[in-house]
């Protein structure tokens, strides 16, 4: 495989400015550089088939057909050493913690708004602030138990948070299958090479669950609350029941009897269900509470679980730190209640609600990213250096008319990886989505989801819009000697 | 065992036999009308009424007074989307209760039974002409007796493996009775009414070979084949595994693996006394038709009593 052609236009994951590789890389790169063109596009084949054997699917629903689609999968690793790993999984602990506090904070007390930390107003217009979950007191006082954060790397190297997910984040069955894949497709690479298992997640999470339980004490009775076949995550659903051995469950099956417990409709009769992994979005979980006609929740959720008979991860409400402008403040959070400096950064980020920082978007929206302060998925978003003059008009037009609803950041350079095209390896830009499980301790993937877009200069790694993933390796390469 | 799985694997294992049978039922009517001299007339309106769908087709082809033509009604019985007991439909109904319980059957059930149903969605026009039509059916036929025989060879005998059992049997015993009651409701009319007993014989003939049974009956029975011995052993022969009373005990052989519900125990009871207690002399004479209906109607009380006790929880 040659490398000569190989010019990644900002930071490279693998390759140095100076063309050679990266010390961490060194040995996959010379291995793949030993492999001739074919031999590499026989191993991308291998991985494509070991991909559809195993059912690694995402659902898209298009034209009224529900259709599974294989992830696209790319063979060549990203290595991460696993020095910088530390630091970063240190980071994210600090980080999820403090968001943890903070949620709990907000239905709770409310310290750090009245300690002027964080505004007030910020709670005005937050869409994913649950009123229902004031005063509630959810075990061991974690609300986001399974957190996913969007890393990046700019193009001086420094890994930045691009947002934390604290609703439903998904994403991980990709990263357990993506190793397995991996380790077909490059056997002699494990054996040479230290990097690092991530098979430890199901049990992990079955462990963070079993926790919350309010029958401390008896084998906790634990179900995954899923929307169903049509839900584009259905597989990671399947997957993760399964490999937990949980109960997958649809709302039909459960219901909130009068004794406030939640019950499982068994053949045997109704089951006690003492903890729920639920991956429907809050606002459908429970029609008596929130929307009413809600099919894919359960009626007397959130009375069950404000009683303490049933436990519910992620805790509804979490998803009020989901919010762009929260995002702003997650320093100041880290600081305010662990009292330490924040060991991640954030993108800087400018509020479009405070006068100042208004100026300073209105004056640079050529050079700024705008984001809608609750929309996911890069929707509705300004990309300066991209962009029109009238698209810009049109934004400032906006931003004027709702300032809370809108943030900007400056404009990153993504770094990239190589993958494997035909004509050869091409750098492509990427990100990585680590997880993180909260209970009483905090548990880190190792490494997380590398999700790399496909297509030349594209920014967008979403698997809804033609993106890929990359296996993720930890590797400590002073010990593979 | 979520009430839903059971419930899935229930209906899953229900219409994938019932699409069996459909494919079969037409095809030796296909095979029957072919072997029949011009002076005898095929009809196939019967088998519209013993599939309980003659008012749906009647709305479709609204023209068509009592004398259904083969065209229309061949590709109502195996394509029509709006009729629930077509082909396509019981394909794709067996398919999407398999769907959302993927994940508690082997993987290679659900490309299979998606495969089946893909291909005859994409092929099944051809079926229409009576070219292709057999090696089309008995195509059907093969991929549905390929899933059943993974599920037999593969699934461990848990408690959802007592419903798929459950849906096999009673969907058989079900359409035993009506393709016994469309032989005989007189699918041949000859014009001459003399002739009328040696025909009689060669329908019987195609009743038993629409549930594969022709074979296991000479073996049997070894006597030349009379409605009476006929309706015996599909009625009531142990041993024979798509006769009703077969069918019946195998329910019977599940109970025991299930939390115990007297109701169930009760409507089984009541069905195969109404299958013990038919005279087949009797039936043969008077022809089959009431029995038949009694028997569905105790199949349904079964079917009720089997949701109520353990997929409505």
Not at chain 1, 22 to 27: E, F, K, L, T
Not at chain 1, 413 to 434: I, Y
Not at chain 2, 182 to 209: E, H, K, M, N, Y
Request: proline share 6%; with cysteine.
């Amino acid at each position: 495989m040659d490398w000569s052609r190989y010019r990644p236009p900002s930071y490279d994951e693998l390759i140095q400015a100076d063309g050679q590789p990266r010390a961490s890389a060194r040995r996959l790169i010379e291995y793949i550089t030993g492999l001739s063109r074919k031999e590499l596009a026989e191993r991308q084949l291998a991985a494509d088939l070991a991909a559809r054997e195993m059912g690694v699917t995402f659902t898209v629903y298009s034209e009224g057909r529900n259709v599974d689609r294989t992830l696209p999968f790319d063979v060549i690793p990203r290595v991460i050493p696993r020095s910088e790993w530390a630091r970063t999984e240190a980071g994210l602990r600090q980080r999820v913690q403090a968001l943890n506090l903070f949620i709990d904070d907000i239905y709770g007390e409310q310290r750090i708004l009245r300690d002027k930390v964080v505004p007030r107003s910020i709670l005005k217009e937050s869409v994913n602030f649950r009123e229902q979950c004031v005063g509630i007191r959810p075990p061991l006082g974690v609300w986001a138990h399974i957190c996913g954060s969007d890393l990046v790397r700019d193009g001086d190297g420094t890994l930045y948070v691009l947002e934390d997910n604290l609703r439903i984040p998904s994403g991980v069955s990709y990263l357990l299958e993506n190793r397995l894949v991996a380790k077909r497709v490059f056997p002699e690479l494990f054996e040479t090479t230290a990097i690092l298992p991530v098979d430890d997640y199901p049990a992990q999470l079955y462990d963070t669950l079993a926790a919350l339980s309010p029958r401390p004490g008896e084998q906790p009775v634990i179900a995954l609350l899923t929307p169903g076949i049509y839900n584009s995550a259905y597989f990671e659903h399947c997957y993760l029941a399964q490999s937990m051995g949980v109960e997958l469950v649809e709302g039909g099956d459960l219901f909130v009897g009068d004794d406030d417990v939640c019950y499982m409709r068994t053949v045997y009769g109704p089951r006690r269900v003492d903890v729920i992994y639920r991956r429907v979005d809050d606002l459908y979980i429970d029609p008596e509470c929130f929307i009413a006609d809600s099919v894919l929740g359960v009626r007397g959720l959130i009375r069950s679980w404000r009683a303490g008979k049933v436990a519910l991860a992620n805790a509804p409400g979490a998803g009020v730190a989901d919010d762009k402008v929260v995002y702003a403040y997650v320093p100041k959070m880290i600081r305010y209640y662990l009292d330490q400096d924040p060991i991640l950064p954030n993108v800087p980020t400018y509020l479009c609600d405070d006068a100042r920082q208004r100026k300073y978007v209105l004056e640079h929206l050529a050079e700024l990213v705008v984001k809608p302060a609750n929309e996911s998925g890069g929707y509705g978003m300004l990309v300066g250096p991209r962009s029109t003059k009238r698209q810009r008009e049109q934004f400032a037009k906006l931003i004027l008319a709702r300032p809370r609803n809108y943030i900007a950041q400056p404009t990153l350079s993504l770094s990239t990886a190589p993958v494997v095209t035909e004509t050869g390896p091409q750098p492509r830009h990427l990100d990585l989505r680590p997880f993180v499980l909260s209970r009483h301790d905090i548990y880190v993937t190792t490494g997380g989801l590398t999700r790399v877009a496909m297509k030349k200069g594209s920014l967008v790694v979403n698997s809804s819009q033609g993106g890929g993933a990359k296996d993720t390796w930890i590797v400590d390469f002073e010990e593979s000697a | 065992m979520l009430s839903r799985v059971a419930d899935n694997l229930y209906w899953f294992t229900r219409y994938l036999r019932r699409a069996e049978n459909t494919a079969r039922l037409v095809n030796v009517n296909s095979q029957l009308q072919l072997d029949l001299p011009r002076n005898v007339r095929f009809a196939w309106q019967p088998l519209l009424d013993t599939l309980g769908v003659q008012d749906a087709f009647r709305r479709l082809h609204p023209d068509s007074e009592g004398d259904a033509g083969e065209a229309d009604v061949v590709r109502f019985l195996l394509l029509e989307p709006g009729s629930p007991c077509s082909l396509l439909s019981s394909l794709q109904a067996s398919r999407e209760s398999l769907r959302s319980i993927r994940d508690t059957l082997p993987a290679e059930s659900w490309e299979r039974v998606n495969g089946l149903y893909l291909w005859l969605a994409d092929n099944g026009e051809r079926a229409l002409g009576r070219r292709y039509r057999q090696e089309l059916l008995s195509r059907v036929v093969d991929g549905c007796l390929v899933v059943s025989g993974m599920l037999t060879a593969n699934v461990s005998r848990d408690t959802g493996f007592q419903f798929l059992r459950l849906g096999t049997a009673l969907e058989q015993a079900d359409m035993t009775t009506r393709i016994i009651d469309a032989g005989g409701s007189g699918l041949i009319r000859p014009r001459v009414t003399d002739d009328l007993a040696a025909f009689r014989a060669v329908q019987w003939i195609s009743v038993l070979r629409s549930l594969e049974a022709y074979q296991m009956y000479r073996r049997q029975v070894r006597q030349r084949v009379t409605p009476a011995l006929a309706l015996r052993f599909l009625l009531q022969d142990a041993e024979f595994p798509r006769s009703v009373t077969y069918c019946l005990d195998r329910v019977e052989s599940t109970l025991p693996r299930l939390p115990g519900r007297k109701a169930v125990s009760r409507a089984l009871a009541q069905v195969q006394s109404i299958v013990r207690g038919a005279d087949t002399v009797a039936l043969a004479e008077h022809g089959p038709k009431v029995m038949m209906d009694r028997i569905q109607i105790g199949l349904v009380a079964l079917h009720e009593a089997l949701a109520e006790a353990y997929f409505r929880n």
